[in-house]
């Protein structure tokens, strides 16, 4: 009889690790130094540049904002 495997939604999805600049499936690194989810590996490895974009995009926002 095969056992099934109980995975929650954060087990399957990748986080990029800022300590060490990994990639990894599932919260095993430190809950501060931990990016994500992200739907993929691909995705977590460009992490810092998809954060990056959208503080620029706040930014902007937030000057047209202020006038």
Excluded: F
């Excluded at 599932?26 to 959208?54: V, W």
């Excluded at 503080?55 to 926002?61: L, P, Y």
Aim: with cysteine.
């Amino acid at each position: 009889m095969a056992h099934s495997v109980n995975m929650s939604d954060s087990d399957t999805q990748w986080y990029y690790c800022t300590a060490d600049g990994t990639v990894r499936q599932g919260k095993d690194a430190r809950g501060l130094d931990r990016m994500g989810p992200y739907p993929d590996a691909e995705t977590a490895r460009n992490a810092l540049a998809i954060a990056k974009a959208r503080n620029d995009a706040a930014d902007a926002q937030d000057r047209e904002w202020r006038g």
